[in-house]
Each structure stands twice: as structure tokens, then as C-alpha cells.
């Protein structure tokens, strides 16, 4: 009976969106199977924002973000590499490393990352600043059912995790459009100010399932 209980309490599901406003998801350990497993029924990009916040105290490789169809694994990715400065955006499996990144550990960060097809061209604004602006990939739609993952990087459509690429820490504010968010709506994203939800993934109406040891919480604020 107990062992039935833990089963229960390790793998949860939303039968039904939720609003998660002033929660967050906390990923305690570094395994290869602990993730969410966020839902959309869109299948067709021409081009997309993420935007999400994310507290770690990792220095390893890590990922922030993982969306994979069966074309490709990496068709959108947000991934923060070991060097303190440099944080990569995967799209249709073609990345681009942003470097001189104030990456800050122990603290929330806000993290928006946009693609367009075409124009091909990607930028990165982590706690409001931004990138330059880099070439990937132009022409070609992310297509096909999505599989998107918070915790885990697939390597594979749904699953080829790696626990040295796991992410530690606690996510929150998880939102995703079908469009390129201006610079204003970013900054209003980034000062929860007024901004328009997420089309794809809305953190306030959110459909999404736990696998493993991860725990949805009331957010952590820090006051000084």
C-alpha cells in the first residue's frame, strides 16, 4: 500500500489546466527521469517566444527548456552551459551560443528566448537585457506533436535524458507564443506587469504532468 501511495504521489497529473499563478515547480535532485511534461495540442510554428523564471545554484550544464517533435529533438531548446557566461537557443536542431550573460546564481532569473522562420534569426533577454541578435535556422516550421519537458533535456523525441544535463532548482511564470514578443511586452513579462499570457503555454491555465520527485510549491519571494 504504501508503495501504490508513492507511485501516486511521484507521477501527477493535471486532469484538467490549472492556474499556477504564485507557484513554482522545485526539481530537489539530479536524476535522468524527474520532469514535467508540459501539453499543447498547436503542431505548427513559424515562430515562438519562450519566457520563464528559473533559480539554480548549478554550474554544470543545464536545461532550462526542451521542445521536441519527431523531426527533430531539438526544434526549441534553452539550454545554459557549464562556462558562467553562455547560455544556448536550439531551433530545428541548429543552436546559437550567447555569451556575456550575467548568469546569477542562488537568484531568480527572468529568461525570454525568441525565434522567427523567417528571418531564421534568434535573440536571448535574460532579466530584461538583450542579446544580440544570431542566425539558426530560416525557412522551415517547427511541425509535428510537440513533446516539451521542464527538468530534462531530450536527446530523443520524449525521452534520451541525461542527469549531467538535468536542472536543479525551481522554474515558474512558464508562458510560450506563437510570435515574436516585442521588446515591450518582454519587459512587461520581465516586471509581471500587464502582459499578455502565453497563447501556447499559459502558467495561469496550465496543462501538465509530473514524472519523479518534483514538487509544485508556493513560490519562494525574497524581500529585502
Known sequence: MKFLLLLVMLT???????????KMFTFPQQ??????????????????????????????????FSLATPSAANDLMIFKWAPANQIEIAARNVGAVFDGQEYTL??????????DSAS??????????????????????????AIITLGQEQDSYGGGFDAKQSFVGMISDVHMWDYVLSPYEIHCYMDNINF????VL????LDFQITG????EEKQNIFH
Request: charged letters at 15%.
Open 12 to 22: 501527477a497529473c493535471a486532469a484538467t489546466p490549472q492556474d499556477l499563478s504564485g
Open 31 to 64: 536524476t535522468s527521469t524527474a520532469h514535467v511534461k508540459l501539453s499543447t495540442t498547436r503542431e505548427d510554428f513559424s515562430a515562438v517566444t519562450v519566457c520563464l523564471r528559473s533559480f539554480t545554484d548549478l554550474s554544470r550544464n543545464h536545461v532550462l
Open 106 to 115: 542562488n537568484a531568480w532569473l527572468s529568461v525570454c528566448a525568441t525565434w
Open 120 to 145: 531564421g534569426l534568434e535573440q536571448l533577454w535574460l532579466n530584461g537585457k538583450p542579446s544580440s541578435r544570431k542566425f539558426t535556422s530560416a525557412g522551415s516550421n517547427i511541425r509535428g506533436r
Open 196 to 199: 499578455t499570457p502565453g497563447n
Open 202 to 205: 499559459n502558467w495561469r491555465a
Open 213 to 216: 520527485r518534483v514538487l509544485l
